[in-house]
């Protein structure tokens, strides 16, 4: 079983892709400034034209959420157990629809749960992992509030549940603060419809346990932190980064949140340039 997947193409091009794997609670299009600014820097640095596909994650953007049946188990409390692997396969299955049998891939946050999953499931398509503000462990009892967030969703049938995520506060970087990325954010999220946001939620609560799956990573790997993350800072990425390896390279962002590669797409653009490289290498 896999689900439907919008595929936004960034760039067309030749060799391994590299897919950019959205975060919660937006779609793809959160990538479009960092891959112009990886196609600008990846033609700088002389590596070939290599295509850039921003897929809408199932239940975001132009690609709709799964039903009951498509998502297989449903746990007593509403997650999906199965979810999150079949959104794997899904992903693998986008690949070789396409032609390839090799991607780098890249996600953030709610993305990198995928990355991780699909390495762990599948590391023959593997060319190269990006890890941008994420993390590898279970939520455990500490989800309950993603299953608050779908139930509410679905109980208004609006996107008002998760409208937080646009509003910045006290201890947000500078970029978050600012009247551009707080509408950016707000029409993003206006845009999801409230049942893809519930599904997404009720995946992830059911993902299965990943911790010490990136440290398994033998590719290239790419791990990225904002400094202000609340979830996901330096504390907790670097040393993933050093359990990796000396295949993997650590790249800290001040006054950087969560959403790296919108509040600092030049940044993350030059880290995954390099990861590029060093899978071309």
Avoid at 242 to 264: K, L, M, P, Q, W
Avoid at 266 to 272: E, F, G, K, N, Q
Wanted: proline residues 8%.
């Amino acid at each position: 079983m896999t689900f439907a997947i919008h595929n936004r193409v960034l760039r067309e091009g030749e060799g391994t892709p590299l897919v950019l794997v959205n975060a919660y609670p937006v779609d793809g299009r959160m990538w479009e400034t960092c891959a112009a600014r990886i196609a600008a820097l990846a033609d700088e640095a002389g590596l070939p034209a290599f295509p850039i596909w921003a897929p809408d994650m199932p239940g975001s953007g132009a690609s709709p959420a799964p039903n009951d049946k498509e998502s297989g188990r449903r746990a007593a409390n509403g997650s999906y157990p199965d979810a999150l692997d079949r959104m794997a396969e899904s992903y693998v299955d986008l690949l070789y629809r396409n032609g390839y049998e090799k991607a780098v891939w890249a996600g953030l946050s709610m993305g990198g749960y995928l990355v991780t999953d699909l390495y762990r499931l599948h590391p023959e398509t593997v060319a190269g992992v990006a890890l941008c503000d994420t993390m590898a462990s279970s939520d455990g009892v500490g989800g309950e509030p993603r299953l608050e967030t779908s139930d509410a969703c679905e109980r208004t049938g609006s996107v008002e549940p998760v409208m937080h995520f646009a509003e910045p506060t006290d201890g947000d970087s500078t970029i978050k603060k600012t009247p551009e990325f707080i509408a950016t954010m707000t029409a993003w999220i206006r845009d999801q419809h409230p049942a893809g946001l519930a599904w997404r939620q009720r995946m992830t609560y059911g993902r299965p346990e990943l911790a010490g799956v990136p440290e398994t990573m033998d590719v290239p790997v790419a791990v990225v932190s904002g400094e202000l993350d609340p979830t996901s800072n330096p504390s907790v990425m670097r040393p993933l980064a050093e359990r990796i390896g000396a295949n993997a390279t650590f790249t800290a962002i001040a006054d950087c949140g969560h959403f790296s590669a919108v509040e600092h797409p030049d940044t993350v653009a030059a880290a995954l340039v390099d990861l590029m490289g060093r899978v071309v290498a």
